[in-house]
């Protein structure tokens, strides 16, 4: 944990309680901090602020606010949208407290903490959270967002289990926000976008009673592509709401990190997690068993604090960039398109392309009881790659446009905020039109200066 010190002869920001908080260019530890996870975005804001309370907070919004200064938000800085240039960037990563409340089933947690630690204290209650495939992602923004993990065709979106927000306004008040407060608040925080209405300070989630599930992976090789694609589209027709899964084709760089079977290959992969019995789950599995015999076979009984183990995502930060968005089907002609830009283009920059099964508890849950939209979509498509330098971070953007362009008659138009970063993120075509006229409603409301100008982009 880093800590502020006090300095003298600087500027009028260390001019009180704020000394503390409060970090200028050239201070020690301000360009380390200001660093995102993915490193293909930078911030470079005049000044960033380490609140350790909501009081903090409250004194930091009040102090851009007097300045004239945007306010952008950072936990993990995993899904940067627009990186603060100018402004006050605030990191809450200090905002770490977890309560469990085992009787209520209830978390209450600080919005600078990380899935990791949540899924460990819950487990110890027999509870979970509905975190995402990564434990090392901010909470709070991933729920913000929506949120899809391995329980979500089962218990829903991480949105639908909260319980309330304390937040702080862009006018320096500090308020709670749950379906009897602030309700209509409430309903835009919970799948509208991290950063562009308010601070969230922290918030209380439900918790569920998981901790075993039957997960893992397939790994075929990567010239059966078209087949697995095809098979899982069918079979995902079946399955019952306890599995979550998903397909993807991914190359494995040859670097000395990736475990020697996968190094420098491609594979195509069935992955997912079952949260029932596991004798059920192994008889699903047989519909794959019984065809081929994959090269590597990990689906497994395991406890649910090994869930991370599944999608195995990237614990160091990188630089990379992704986009997507929903299906109206996993065609033929997708599949082909799918396999052939990732896989069968000589100087392809994708490193993946996935679509996961969604429908469930999200679809069944009324569409207007949040700003979250395209519940009646079940395929979600998330491709990306690598993205070390500008060249290759322009060109990779120019793939992942066109591959979408190709892909225009399957896909609805809709996108899912968690799966996209920068530029790409838009209102209506991640809420719909009528929840996004709603949600410029919201923002008029609570931040009509736009102060807040580093979140979703609202547009009419």
């Known amino acids: 944990m880093t800590t502020l010190l006090a300095r003298t002869g600087r500027s009028e920001a260390r001019a009180s309680r704020l000394t503390d908080l409060i970090l200028e260019p050239g201070d020690p530890d301000f360009d380390d901090l200001a660093l995102p996870w993915n490193r293909a975005h930078r911030h470079s804001p005049a000044f960033v602020g380490v609140p350790i309370s909501a009081a903090d907070v409250v ?4 102090f851009a606010r007097a300045r004239d200064l945007s ?6 800085g995993h899904g940067v ?8 960037l605030i990191l809450t990563h200090r905002l770490d407290s977890i309560q469990i409340d085992p009787d209520a089933s209830v978390a209450r947690l600080g919005a600078g903490v990380q899935w990791g630690p949540v899924l460990e204290a819950a487990q110890q209650h027999g509870l979970a959270p509905l975190l995402g495939s990564s434990p090392n992602v901010g909470a709070v923004g991933y729920t913000l967002g929506g949120g899809l993990g391995w329980l979500t065709r089962l218990h829903g979106l991480a949105s639908d289990s909260v319980v309330s927000f304390e937040v702080v306004t862009v006018d320096g008040r500090l308020i709670r926000v749950s379906a009897e407060e602030n309700s209509e608040l409430f309903w835009g925080l919970r799948g509208g976008g991290a ?3 308010v601070v969230v300070t922290s918030m209380e989630i439900r918790l569920f009673g998981v901790t075993a599930v039957y997960g893992g992976n397939l790994l075929y090789p990567a010239e059966m592509a078209r087949e697995v694609l095809a098979r899982w589209r069918d079979w995902v027709r079946t399955v019952p709401d306890e599995l979550t899964s998903s397909v993807l084709v991914k190359k494995f760089p040859d670097l000395g990190h990736i475990p020697a079977p996968l190094r420098g290959r491609a594979f195509v992969m069935v992955r997912g997690c079952f949260a029932g019995d596991p004798e059920s789950g192994s008889r699903l599995l047989a519909h794959w068993r019984s065809w081929r015999s994959p090269e590597i076979d990990d689906w497994k009984p395991m406890p649910f604090t090994e869930v991370a183990t599944i999608a195995s995502d990237p614990v160091n930060p990188s630089a990379g960039r992704m986009s997507g968005g929903w299906l109206r089907q996993l065609s033929d002609r997708a599949i082909d398109v799918l396999v052939r830009r990732t896989l069968e283009t000589e100087d392809s920059l994708l490193g993946s392309a996935e679509v996961r099964h969604i429908g469930g508890a999200v679809s069944s849950r009324d569409a207007s009881s949040s700003a979250y939209g395209n519940r009646d979509s079940e395929l979600i498509l998330t491709m990306g790659g690598s993205a070390p330098t500008p060249e290759t971070k322009a060109a990779l953007l120019a793939t992942l446009d066109s591959v979408l362009a190709d892909l225009s008659d399957e896909r609805t138009g809709g996108v899912f905020l968690n799966f996209l970063d920068g530029e790409n993120r838009r209102s209506q075509s991640a809420a719909g039109v009528s929840s996004a006229q709603r949600m410029m409603r919201l923002k008029a409301a609570f931040d009509p200066a736009n102060v807040m100008s580093h979140g979703l982009e609202f547009a009419s």
């Open 81 to 88: 949208t627009r990186p603060v240039t100018g402004g006050l």
């Open 59 to 62: 004194e930091l919004v009040r």
């Open 71 to 76: 306010v952008g938000v950072q936990a993990t």
């Open 195 to 197: 950063g562009s209405l």
